[in-house]
């Protein structure tokens, strides 16, 4: 089993409709969760970091079900400028030494 | 802009080769990781320096090696190299590790192996 897996993409939505990613990690030591963001041939970007509690950023809402070891993004309202790919975040590793990226979804927004 | 800068930024070397790739890291950041991107995956992590010591190391062959300098620069350098190390080679910087989940990439090094 992979140590981060993501939905299969790619998700194509029309602008303004809502689409959520999902996420699984295998490591119950994990420490730290994150969603980064990385567009067509450039380098990830941190998006929001993953909060037992639940956090949300404007139209941008993540969860964490530790005792499934389950990660979600929902993203509302989606507009072309969040087509892109989303890339789960796990740290693990002795001390967190490390972050683990998952394979990515891909998501196509059209007008 | 992030503030880390990686070159080359394009290469093509043949198998069995050698290469070595650097990244200059963002002002006041002590830790570097650097990753491994192929065509249609996430970043593999490769390793971690933190103070110019090994950090914490992916599953990679020891053909891949790096430093990290006293101004927190640093270098990966692959040996012996195969087709499949052809892939996107990202350096990210952060301080004291990777504990807040801020990596701050550069733009990468795209390696070709023929």
């Known amino acids: 089993r992979k140590e981060v897996e993501q939905d299969p993409g790619p998700f194509n939505v029309p602008e303004g409709a809502t689409v959520a990613f999902n996420c699984t990690y295998s490591?119950?030591?994990?420490?730290?969760f994150f969603w980064y963001r990385q567009d067509c041939r450039k380098e990830p970007k941190l998006l929001m970091s993953?909060?037992?509690s639940g956090n949300e950023d404007g139209r941008f809402t993540a969860q964490l079900n530790r005792a499934s070891q389950y990660i979600s993004l929902l993203i509302r309202d989606s507009k072309l400028s969040d087509s892109a790919t989303y890339l789960c975040v796990v740290n693990i590793g002795q001390a967190g030494t490390a972050l683990i990226f998952g394979k990515g979804t891909t998501l196509s927004v059209s007008s | 802009e992030t503030g880390v800068t990686q070159s080359p930024t394009h290469l093509i070397k043949t198998r069995g080769q050698q290469v070595t790739l650097r990244c200059s890291s963002q002002s006041g950041h002590n830790t570097v990781s650097w990753y491994q991107q192929a065509l249609g995956q996430g970043p593999q992590f490769i390793f971690q320096y933190y103070r110019e010591e090994e950090n914490g190391r992916g599953n990679f062959p020891p053909r891949f090696s790096g430093l990290q300098f006293p101004n927190y620069s640093s270098e990966l350098n692959v040996n012996a190299l195969e087709l499949d190390d052809s892939a996107l080679y990202l350096c990210a910087s952060s301080l004291d590790g990777p504990y807040t989940g801020e990596l701050f990439f550069g733009e990468g090094s795209r390696l070709t192996v023929l």
């Open positions: 490591n119950s030591a994990s420490q730290s």
């Open positions: 993953v909060y037992s």
